[in-house]
């Protein structure tokens, strides 16, 4: 039987140290410092340090990832050069460069303390080649980090050969959630009718739902409303997410408001890509230029559920990055404008608490007693100093066993004496 205790830990909402006992993998007693729980097992030191529930990832396309510049470079930075050289490089899959790479950035989301991953898999391939291999990689993988796999029908579903088929086919082959992209069907038309079926196919097979929406400038793109009436009517808000919703940042204000009462009804969750977002969006536009990034503060006020995902990694769309989440989060917080002192405090939810929601596994997240004894040791004071430091993660802690664990570096300067450098006030 695994076990650990954990000591000196700042836990948010709790006075002073506290100390947290995982046996057979779950969390058996959460205790302040003092109390002695008598234990002769192994002692990991959080020495102070902020432990907080695991980063998860809700939306990363770990199919395409680690192709940037693969055959060759995006050099204007758009996404239709992307599309072209994704065009490229499509030809070269197999499911072992698929696994190969995945793996490569799952070990780099291990790292930056992920333990939950949603990746979405291009399906509209006839061979599902890239889902196939994903499949595989989420088996292989299962014991570091869990992995929710959304067929993701990249042409569209009524706007690509056989392209509902292909949607259930991947789903037969082990899709968790069930993906679509009605702004990107040929008709208005086509976008509904998709929507439509997607609930259909998961109702069928008792799927998650995670749909590309509205990732577009445009102010008519509104298919979010018909996912929320759909998620409404078949009351299944709790499953069913909105990815991107970029267009929303264009809405006008009379409608954003009798949009955002059906949001709310309807109880669906919503994820932003502030990286990818921020970038790709506004190209169209001379200036002033649109910020490019769905309402999140204004999700936040009005208790609707938000988080934020990497979208990509090192491919085409996106050349940069490192799985990092702190990144994410911090350009994030400059985008939406959720700067306030609690707003910064708060933020790690953004990355951990609100993503399990949208992943609908909060029954196994969080530092709670009965719960998996997963968790990760931050060297902060609390989560402001988490984020205006961009700490990395001391330890992450999976059932009771560390999986990653980063040596804290040390900074000098020599202004006639050497002195260290801790970025503290």
């Given at each position: 039987?695994?076990?650990?205790?954990?000591?000196?830990?700042?836990?948010?909402?709790?006075?002073?140290?506290?100390?947290?006992?995982?046996?057979?993998?779950?969390?058996?007693?959460?205790?302040?410092?003092?109390?002695?729980?008598?234990?002769?097992?192994?002692?990991?030191?959080?020495?102070?340090?902020?432990?907080?529930?695991?980063?998860?990832?809700?939306?990363?396309?770990?199919?395409?990832?680690?192709?940037?510049?693969?055959?060759?470079?995006?050099?204007?930075?758009?996404?239709?050069?992307?599309?072209?050289?994704?065009?490229?490089?499509?030809?070269?899959?197999?499911?072992?460069?698929?696994?190969?790479?995945?793996?490569?950035?799952?070990?780099?989301?291990?790292?930056?303390?992920?333990?939950?991953?949603?990746?979405?898999?291009?399906?509209?391939?006839?061979?599902?080649?890239?889902?196939?291999?994903?499949?595989?990689?989420?088996?292989?993988?299962?014991?570091?980090?869990?992995?929710?796999?959304?067929?993701?029908?990249?042409?569209?579903?009524?706007?690509?050969?056989?392209?509902?088929?292909?949607?259930?086919?991947?789903?037969?082959?082990?899709?968790?959630?069930?993906?679509?992209?009605?702004?990107?069907?040929?008709?208005?038309?086509?976008?509904?009718?998709?929507?439509?079926?997607?609930?259909?196919?998961?109702?069928?097979?008792?799927?998650?739902?995670?749909?590309?929406?509205?990732?577009?400038?445009?102010?008519?793109?509104?298919?979010?409303?018909?996912?929320?009436?759909?998620?409404?009517?078949?009351?299944?808000?709790?499953?069913?997410?909105?990815?991107?919703?970029?267009?929303?940042?264009?809405?006008?204000?009379?409608?954003?408001?009798?949009?955002?009462?059906?949001?709310?009804m309807s109880g669906i969750n919503f994820v932003a890509n502030p990286l990818v977002n921020i970038h790709l969006q506004g190209r169209f536009d001379?200036?002033?230029?649109?910020?490019?990034?769905?309402?999140?503060?204004?999700?936040?006020?009005?208790?609707?559920?938000?988080?934020?995902?990497?979208?990509?990694?090192?491919?085409?769309?996106?050349?940069?990055?490192?799985?990092?989440?702190?990144?994410?989060?911090?350009?994030?917080?400059?985008?939406?404008?959720?700067?306030?002192?609690?707003?910064?405090?708060?933020?790690?939810?953004?990355?951990?608490?609100?993503?399990?929601?949208?992943?609908?596994?909060?029954?196994?997240?969080?530092?709670?007693?009965?719960?998996?004894?997963?968790?990760?040791?931050?060297?902060?004071?609390?989560?402001?100093?988490?984020v205006r430091r961009q700490v990395p993660v001391r330890y992450s802690v999976r059932h009771g066993k560390v999986i990653a664990e980063t040596q804290?570096?040390?900074?000098?300067?020599?202004?006639?004496?050497?002195?260290?450098?801790?970025?503290?006030?």
């Open positions: 039987m695994t076990t650990l205790l954990i000591k000196n830990a700042t836990l948010k909402g709790q006075e002073g140290l506290q100390q947290i006992l995982i046996e057979d993998g779950q969390f058996k007693r959460i205790e302040n410092n003092n109390v002695e729980l008598n234990y002769s097992g192994d002692v990991l030191d959080a020495e102070g340090g902020m432990v907080v529930a695991p980063f998860c990832e809700p939306h990363i396309h770990l199919d395409t990832t680690q192709t940037a510049g693969e055959p060759s470079w995006n050099i204007s930075g758009t996404l239709f050069e992307g599309i072209e050289r994704w065009a490229e490089r499509k030809e070269m899959l197999s499911i072992e460069d698929v696994k190969a790479r995945a793996k490569q950035t799952l070990k780099w989301q291990i790292a930056n303390g992920v333990q939950h991953v949603r990746t979405h898999v291009d399906v509209s391939d006839p061979t599902l080649i890239a889902l196939k291999a994903m499949v595989k990689v989420r088996e292989e993988m299962k014991e570091w980090v869990d992995i929710q796999i959304v067929a993701f029908p990249q042409e569209g579903i009524l706007s690509y050969p056989n392209g509902k088929e292909l949607l259930e086919e991947a789903v037969q082959l082990g899709a968790d959630v069930i993906g679509a992209i009605p702004h990107f069907e040929f008709t208005r038309e086509y976008g509904i009718e998709s929507l439509h079926y997607v609930f259909e196919l998961a109702q069928k097979y008792d799927r998650l739902i995670d749909v590309h929406c509205d990732e577009i400038d445009d102010e008519q793109s509104r298919f979010v409303e018909t996912l929320a009436a759909l998620a409404h009517k078949f009351n299944m808000g709790h499953k069913v997410t909105a990815s991107h919703t970029t267009a929303m940042g264009s809405y006008n204000g009379a409608y954003a408001s009798r949009l955002f009462r059906l949001l709310r001379d200036y002033p230029k649109r910020r490019g990034v769905t309402r999140v503060k204004e999700m936040l006020n009005a208790n609707i559920n938000v988080c934020f995902g990497h979208d990509d990694v090192f491919d085409p769309w996106y050349p940069l990055g490192t799985a990092n989440m702190l990144q994410v989060l911090h350009m994030g917080l400059h985008v939406c404008q959720v700067m306030g002192y609690d707003q910064i405090n708060n933020s790690l939810d953004l990355i951990s608490t609100n993503s399990a929601r949208t992943l609908n596994i909060q029954d196994k997240h969080g530092i709670e007693e009965g719960k998996p004894g997963n968790l990760l040791i931050l060297p902060a004071e609390n989560g402001f100093d988490a804290p570096a040390t900074t000098h300067i020599h202004l006639g004496e050497q002195e260290q450098v801790t970025f503290k006030r």
